[in-house]
């Protein structure tokens, strides 16, 4: 197989998986972090500036590689999830999935067939014209894979709902809106414990996969532990440039 392929796999296996969102729009970045050990990078084509053409340049890198390459979708839409699908994302993460609905409009749109994608087997994710409709259709849902971002403190109570629907492979607790939900100003892990311990419970009733955000790798092990999550968005390649830059500096300066 390989690693885009097995990916999906991975994802419900509750096996500890790292990555990291990248916030810089340029095919380097995907070639840089494939060299990397981190098992999967996510384009944050939510809140960075990756429009079309960023997104289809690192997917064609991401294929060649055989790297796995998520996109954060900007919205829930059929144009947004087509558009990171067709260029070739091994999956999407879909934010502010708050409602039943919703979750089983997002996974019949992820993929082709009757009542989702229709089907088109130009893109780069269908070979540019090279495969069979049949194998396409299989691979389609064997091998996309969606994250719905629980987000909204009334939409935690669905969580087992939403996991519980076929083409949701994981669901990803966002803790910083989660806590702006209940009306805080600093994540805790004392203020969103419960609903990070019911969207866990949801995803391990239903065999699914457990996603969420850590500023530090340092902070994975707990949340390990306390909620179950295996799978960690760990902060940004801003960030790590950031922390590398002052940490060098810092050495420097003591000279």
């Not at 084509?45 to 289809?56: G, M, N, S, V």
């Not at 839409?77 to 409009?105: M, Q, T, Y």
Request: hydrophobic share 45%; net charge negative.
């Amino acid at each position: 197989m390989g690693r885009i392929a097995d990916f999906k796999a991975l994802v419900k296996s509750g096996k500890p998986l790292s990555g990291t969102f990248l916030k810089t729009p340029h095919h380097n970045m995907i070639e840089v972090m494939a060299q990397s050990g981190l098992d999967f990078v996510c384009l944050d084509a939510e809140h960075a500036p990756f429009d079309r053409a960023a997104i289809d340049a690192c997917m064609a890198v991401s294929r060649a590689l055989d790297y796995p390459v998520l996109v954060r979708v900007g919205d829930s839409s059929p144009r947004e999830i087509l558009w990171a699908l067709d260029c070739g994302a091994a999956g999407i993460v879909v934010p502010h999935v708050d409602s039943v609905e919703r979750a089983e409009e997002i996974a019949r749109t992820a993929r082709f067939g009757k009542g989702g994608r229709g089907f088109a087997g130009t893109p780069r994710w269908g070979g540019f014209g090279t495969e069979k409709m049949a194998d396409l259709l299989e691979r389609s849902q064997q091998e996309t894979v969606v994250f719905a971002q629980i987000e909204e403190d009334y939409a935690v109570p669905l969580s087992d709902q939403i996991a519980a629907i076929d083409g949701i492979d994981a669901l990803f607790a966002g803790p910083s809106d989660l806590t702006v939900s209940m009306g805080h100003t600093a994540v805790s892990d004392d203020l969103i414990g419960d609903a990070m311990t019911t969207i866990g419970k949801a995803t391990k009733a239903h065999g699914k996969g457990y996603a969420s955000y850590i500023g530090t790798a340092e902070a994975a092990a707990a949340w390990h532990e306390k909620f179950g999550v295996h799978i960690f968005f760990v902060a940004s390649e801003h960030n790590w440039m950031r922390s590398v830059a002052n940490a060098t500096a810092a050495t420097i300066s003591k000279l």
